[in-house]
């Protein structure tokens, strides 16, 4: 079973959650904050990195003044304020969202690799017809069904050549595909989503058009693919790579590391996983989450840096006096594990800069520092 929630950009975003059989599987806003206020240590006292995470999906809802002036270390930003490539942020108000508060930033964009979105300035609404079927000679090889719980994206045959190149590396140059616009914006890397695309070609469509070692093995050959272009052909060294969700990705199908483990881990910098202790208000399955924290512990052993999200604060009510416990808990839990927390509202439109303030009566402060 593997959760993922993901950016539907459609004027306004909304987050998304899905869930499939395997077991161990912005605008996009996620922000890590880091140590005291006078710098940022990386230890807390109990030896766990010391670090926040936001995670907001409605650039629209969020100021460029309330990003700068954000206290969090990295931020995974949706890179267009409605999807398309000239709402995109600039250079310049990257550099300001970078350099606007105490500690800068370290800011990735997020990217969808493994279904097509509507919104974007790829598409092509003759691909499709009325009822969103892929019209027969008229869409591109790579189109898939559309995805039903949102009904402006699609699934992609994401191996497929004419598909990444729309994600990246055409040979008309710099400044034409998304990641190359992220780039060029100054982006410090980018926040992967729908990496368990893999799984639905090889499990959920019926016929599969691919085994589960065929379709694991061409998303981690994507996700290369995006790194070393971003890193060798772009010539940003340092670019980070962060799949978010599918954890599970890194075990073969009969749940053992193998080289293609390793070819995954020598590509990305660390993982967003969502719903990890808490569905919503009510405590996750069990199983579930011991199969993920046993893959999420494998990224902590390679050095990797562990994102959570859990939506845990009440829509209805967001006060501390109703959600503390629960909050409390999650991060707790989180920050023993290795893990940087980010505690999010449970409608999952990540909407706000979500702060928590012992002041105000919760039991930690969400950012912890840099203010």
């Known amino acids: 079973m593997a959760d993922r929630s993901r950016t539907l950009l459609n004027m306004q975003k909304t987050s998304r959650l899905r869930r499939?059989?395997?077991?161990?599987?912005?605008?996009?806003?996620?922000?890590?904050?880091?140590?005291a206020m006078t710098g940022c240590p990386d230890e807390v006292p109990?030896?766990?990195?010391?670090?926040?995470?936001?995670?907001?999906?409605?650039?629209?809802?969020?100021?460029?003044?309330?990003?700068?002036?954000?206290?969090?270390i990295y931020l995974i930003l949706e890179p267009s304020r409605d999807g398309t490539a000239a709402a995109e942020f600039t250079a310049d108000e990257i550099g300001q969202i970078k350099h606007g508060a105490r500690c800068k930033k370290t800011i990735l964009a997020y990217l969808s690799i493994g279904e097509a979105e509507q919104v974007r300035d790829y598409w092509n609404d003759a691909w499709v017809d009325a009822q969103g079927t892929p019209v027969n000679g008229?869409?591109?090889?790579?189109?898939?069904?559309?995805?039903?719980?949102?009904q402006d994206n699609f699934k992609v045959r994401y191996w497929d050549p004419a598909w990444q190149a729309l994600l990246f590396g055409q040979s008309s140059g710099p400044g034409i595909t998304p990641l190359d616009r992220i780039i060029d914006a100054g982006f410090d890397g980018v926040y992967l989503d729908i990496i368990d695309a893999y799984e639905?070609?090889?499990?959920?469509?019926?016929?599969?058009?691919?085994s589960r070692m065929e379709a694991r093995s061409?998303?981690?050959?994507?996700?290369?693919?995006?790194?070393?272009?971003?890193r060798v052909t772009r010539g940003a060294a340092d670019f980070l790579v962060f799949?978010?969700?599918?954890?599970?990705?890194?075990?073969?199908?009969?749940?053992?590391?193998?080289?293609?483990?390793?070819?995954?881990f020598s590509s990305v910098n660390g993982i967003g996983q969502e719903d990890l202790f808490y569905d919503e208000l009510s405590r996750q399955d069990e199983t579930f989450t011991t199969a993920v924290i046993s893959n999420l512990n494998e990224f902590i052993l390679r050095d990797k840096i562990v994102l959570v999200t859990d939506y845990i604060v009440s829509t209805s009510n967001g006060e501390a006096s109703a959600n503390d416990p629960r909050a409390f808990d999650f991060v707790q839990r989180s920050r023993a594990a290795g893990y940087i927390p980010y505690a999010?509202?449970?409608?999952?439109?990540?909407?706000?800069?979500?702060?928590?303030?012992?002041?105000?009566?919760?039991?930690?402060d969400?950012?912890?520092a840099c203010e």
């Open 20 to 35: 499939n059989n395997f077991i161990a599987s912005f605008l996009a806003v996620t922000l890590i904050c880091c140590g």
């Open 46 to 72: 109990d030896g766990h990195a010391k670090d926040s995470l936001l995670y907001v999906l409605q650039p629209d809802a969020v100021s460029i003044d309330t990003l700068k002036s954000a206290a969090f």
């Open 138 to 150: 008229g869409a591109p090889p790579w189109l898939g069904p559309r995805n039903p719980d949102f």
């Open 200 to 210: 639905f070609w090889s499990e959920e469509i019926q016929p599969p058009e691919l």
């Open 218 to 230: 061409r998303m981690i050959d994507l996700i290369a693919s995006i790194a070393t272009y971003a």
């Open 243 to 264: 799949p978010q969700n599918a954890s599970e990705i890194i075990l073969d199908s009969g749940g053992i590391l193998d080289s293609e483990t390793d070819r995954y």
């Open 344 to 364: 999010a509202v449970q409608d999952r439109e990540l909407s706000i800069v979500q702060k928590m303030k012992m002041d105000d009566g919760w039991s930690f």
């Open 366 to 368: 969400q950012p912890t």
